[in-house]
Nanobody, 125 residues
């Protein structure tokens, strides 16, 4: 059974930093592209960042470029999202996802077969 378990979300002031983690089990982690999505109340779940299975490439949505960094440790079956200079508009439930996709195919929800339950990030102004 595949499990993705996120952690690290909390309440933080604007301008602060957080590091989210997502521990995977039940799958061959190194074979999957990994991604972070987020969903704010009343809004659609949106793509945040993705990283290729070998960490050879990463891609970010425009609103987080230069502030967020996605990384992975295949030995630990864990993907991370380092979030700096947080803004109130970053407030959302953050989900990690695993998929057998590559390149531009990794930017949409449909590319991912497995999802975590999410971790809440709240940025106060």
């Amino acid at each position: 059974q595949v499990q993705l378990v996120e952690s690290g979300g909390e309440l933080v002031q604007a301008g602060g930093s957080l590091r989210l983690s997502c521990a995977a089990s039940g799958l061959t982690f190194s074979a999957y592209s990994m991604a972070w999505f987020r969903q704010a109340p009343g809004k659609e779940r949106e793509f945040v960042a993705t990283i290729a299975k070998s960490s050879s490439s990463t891609y970010y949505t425009d609103s987080v470029k230069g502030r967020f960094t996605i990384s992975r440790d295949n030995a630990k079956s864990t993907v991370y999202l380092q979030m700096n200079t947080l803004k109130p508009e970053d407030t959302a439930n953050y989900y990690c996802a695993a998929g057998l996709c590559s390149g531009y195919g990794c930017y949409t929800r449909g590319a991912y077969a497995y999802w975590g339950q999410g971790t809440q990030v709240t940025v106060s102004s």
